[in-house]
C-alpha cells in the first residue's frame, strides 16, 4: 500500500524570528488501509486507531496535511506539530461491530496536535448510520471518548439488523448505540432506544 503526495509546499512564515519554524503542506491520495498505517507510526503517538487489522479497512481517501517543525538540530519528536482532514470516501469495514459489515462510507477525519475526530455517515448491514468518534491524543483506553451511530429503525432495518422484536415493538425507533473500552482495553457497548414514537404490543 502507498500514498500518493502532490502540491507539496515547504514555507518559512518568519525566518527572522527568535524560533523560526517552518510548515510543510502536501496533498495525499490513496487507500484507507495507508492512511491508517500512518496514523499510527509511533512517531505520532496515536496507537492503534481501531480494534480491526488494517486489512479489514477499505476505501479511498484524500487528504490535506501541515506539518509544523522548527527548524534547529536534534529536534525532538513531540515538537513537530501535525494538523489535516481526511475524507474517506466509499469505505467499508469488515465486521466493524460483531458481525456487521460497514458498506458507502463516507467519513471526514479532522487531524488537530491532541486529538483525530471523525464524522460521517455509512450502511450497517445495509442500514444507514451515522457515526461520530474522537481519539484523544496520550489518553488511555478508558479515558477516550466513545464511538457513537445513531439510526432511526423502522420494522424492516430491525429485521435486517436482526433484532427479532417486531412482535413487540412497531414503527420508526431512534437507537443510539455507544462503544467504549475498559482499562484493560475491552470493549463495552451500550445501546439506548427512544420508543416514544413507537407502539409496544403486550399479548398477555
Do not use: C
Amino acid at each position: 500500500r502507498g500514498l500518493v503526495l502532490k502540491s507539496g509546499r515547504f514555507t518559512v512564515p518568519d525566518v527572522f524570528a527568535r524560533e523560526v519554524t517552518g510548515e510543510l503542506t502536501f496533498r495525499s491520495q490513496g487507500p484507507a488501509a495507508g492512511v491508517l498505517e500512518i496514523f499510527e507510526h509511533e512517531r505520532f503517538g496515536l496507537g492503534r486507531l481501531t480494534g480491526l487489522p488494517n486489512e479489514a479497512v477499505d476505501g479511498m481517501t484524500e487528504g490535506q496535511f501541515k506539518l509544523m517543525l522548527p527548524l534547529k538540530a536534534d529536534l525532538p519528536v513531540d515538537d513537530v506539530k501535525l494538523e489535516g482532514r481526511v475524507r474517506l470516501t466509499d469505505g467499508r469495514a469488515r465486521h466493524l461491530i460483531g458481525s456487521y459489515d460497514a458498506q458507502a462510507a463516507t467519513i471526514v477525519f479532522d487531524l488537530r496536535d491532541k486529538a483525530i475526530e471523525a464524522k460521517g455517515d455509512l450502511l450497517l448491514a445495509g442500514v444507514p448510520a451515522k457515526v461520530s468518534w474522537q481519539r484523544l491524543l496520550g489518553a488511555p483506553p478508558d479515558k477516550q471518548p466513545p464511538i457513537r451511530l445513531t439510526a432511526t429503525l423502522d420494522n424492516s432495518d430491525r429485521a435486517q439488523l436482526g433484532l427479532d422484536i417486531n412482535h413487540a415493538v412497531q414503527g420508526e425507533v431512534p437507537v443510539e448505540l455507544t462503544l467504549t473500552r475498559t482499562a484493560q482495553n475491552e470493549p463495552q457497548v451500550h445501546v439506548r432506544a427512544d420508543l416514544t414514537n413507537a407502539d409496544l404490543i403486550f399479548e398477555s
